[in-house]
């Protein structure tokens, strides 16, 4: 839009700990240590001005680099700049998280806030951990060692808490199954002596004097203010739950529907529009991210020709837990045929580590001379763009990506031309059984929904959807996803597949896999 002439100032706002310039290595933020909070004010005006009066795109490194410039602090910094723009692009958190929204500008009702809900497929399991929070019993166990010679009153109200936490542990050990404990009530022998906690702290920490373990105390102050304005929220749409872990417990208040908190948020603005390329069905995301019956819904069509598009389906290779010991050769036979039917750059998802190591090792041999390359747990930055290097168009033969469903991969790349030509998709994305999941799943049924749907069937699909969007880029781009397993040749999941997967070609044998591709990409000579 600013090719074609408009004239519109926007900020990119960043979390505070990533652009955060201290190097000194203070755990959190201290103005009257770092140098670029000391002075602030009094420089923070020229900044501004001189930003504003030659820039329209104030970018993350554009921040870095004017804060740096007049040593004013960059996340400070952009928030200032955020009240003159017209633009602001941040997280989800900047306006839908309790404890995080920017209420600068909303507690003062008068603004006019359109909302543009990118990527909203995402925000369902971001509304759940936004709207829930978590006690740790070994955090206020150990503050209360820690700060007994030196703060004696925060000992004794962290101690207080460590004792109503302990009530759960036995709880888990002696009441519950599996070392957890559930219940639909609010834990109100906690609240007490967190309230009584947080008092204490506010006092000491507005001191402001040096303090042995202040860095503890701060982290266990946020944990339990985070929890007590959870708690306020706490209604029929929330959970209770603790687990055991060895020595400690965790007690947490879950956020099972998110829907009416987010529809409260929504009301901080004059308009709102979700969107996604996965939102997939459209009713029931309409319903869990808050909206009403009366909203309006547009499904648009793909914008790229159709033909430049095949969709393969092995719908006769079972990938569900019980069956993968049983698959890795049969999906090592389909991922080789797959890529000996066109050579180029292929991306292949898995549901878990495990089954995408298990697999690789199976495929390396069976096909010794295939170029194959893995996603590793916890890449770092450097290592995420390393291993997207590798896609490059002057790549020669054929080379594969191992990657997760959801991962760092699975979504947000852009890997446009030859850059990948391929992908396939193992499995139907479904979440890892676990007792949020389960308790999410019996909240739906008992209202009369469908439970599993809710719990793991969408947020599968979506992965799914998002996978096989990665081949696709733009008008030009063509390419072939295949999907194994079983449950792609079910109606129900069938149904959630877009409109421009069409047609769907069947692949039943390994033969049948390479030669469909053939035909594909012969369609363009």
Not at 134 to 158: G, V, Y
Not at 319 to 327: C, G, H
Not at 402 to 414: K, N, P, S, Y
Not at 484 to 504: K, N, S
Request: glycine share 6%; with cysteine.
């Amino acid at each position: 839009m600013r090719r074609k002439g408009l004239s519109i100032k926007s900020v990119t706002l960043t979390a505070r700990d990533k652009i955060c310039f201290n190097t000194h290595g203070l755990a959190t933020c201290d103005p009257d240590q770092c140098e670029y909070a000391i002075g602030y004010f009094d420089r923070i005006n020229d900044a501004v001005t001189e930003t504003f009066a030659h820039h329209h795109a104030m970018t993350r490194s554009f921040i870095e680099d004017q804060a740096n410039k007049h040593k004013v602090c960059p996340f400070e910094f952009s928030l200032d700049l955020s009240l003159w723009a017209d633009v602001i692009i941040c997280d989800y958190n900047y306006v839908f998280d309790p404890r995080a929204y920017l209420r600068r500008f909303f507690l003062d009702q008068t603004g006019r806030y359109l909302f543009l809900i990118d990527e909203a497929h995402n925000l369902v399991d971001r509304a759940r951990e936004m709207f829930s929070a978590s006690l740790s019993k070994r955090m206020f166990l150990d503050l209360r060692r820690h700060l007994k010679p030196h703060a004696p009153a925060i000992a004794k109200r962290s101690g207080a808490v460590n004792s109503a936490l302990l009530t759960y542990q036995k709880r888990c050990r002696e009441e519950a199954k599996n070392n957890t404990w559930v219940s639909t009530d609010l834990p109100e022998d906690v609240l007490k002596p967190l309230h009584k906690l947080v008092d204490a702290a506010e006092e000491v920490l507005a001191q402001n004097r040096p303090l042995p373990h202040r860095d503890e105390l701060l982290e266990c102050y946020f944990e339990a203010l985070a929890f007590l304005r959870i708690a306020e929220l706490f209604d029929g749409r929330y959970i209770t739950y603790a687990e055991k872990f060895r020595k400690d417990v965790t007690l947490r208040l879950f956020c099972l529907d998110p829907s009416y908190l987010l529809h409260e948020g929504l009301q901080r603005s004059t308009a709102s529009i979700f969107f996604s390329a996965t939102l997939t069905p459209l009713d029931y995301f309409r319903e869990i991210l808050g909206g009403e019956e009366d909203d309006p819904m547009i499904y648009l069509d793909s914008p790229f020709p159709y033909e430049n598009f095949r969709l393969l389906v092995a719908d006769h290779i079972g990938t569900s837990y019980k069956q993968r010991d049983q698959t890795y050769d049969t999906v090592a036979y389909a991922v080789a045929s797959l890529v000996q039917g066109m050579q180029g750059n292929y991306l292949v998802f898995f549901p878990s580590y495990r089954y995408m190591q298990s697999v690789y090792e199976q495929i390396n041999t069976l096909y010794p001379d295939l170029n194959v390359h893995l996603q590793t747990s916890g890449m770092t930055e450097t290592e995420r763009e390393d291993y997207l290097a590798l896609f490059d168009t002057d790549t020669v033969g054929t080379l594969i990506g191992f990657a997760v469903m959801g991962g760092l991969f699975g979504e947000g790349i852009d890997l446009v031309g030859d850059r990948l030509v391929g992908a396939a998709v193992v499995g139907v994305g479904l979440p890892q059984i676990c007792l949020e999941r389960e308790l999410i799943r019996d909240y739906f049924a008992a209202r009369e929904a469908d439970g599993f749907a809710y719990a793991y069937m969408f947020p599968g699909m979506n992965r799914v959807l998002q996978a096989a969007g990665r081949v696709i880029r733009t008008p030009e781009d063509r390419g072939a996803v295949l999907l194994i397993d079983q449950r792609f040749g079910h109606r129900r999941y069938r149904r959630l597949f877009p409109a421009w997967w069409h047609p769907v070609q069947q692949v039943r044998r390994s033969e049948e896999i390479e030669e469909a591709v053939k035909a594909f990409w012969n369609l363009k000579n």
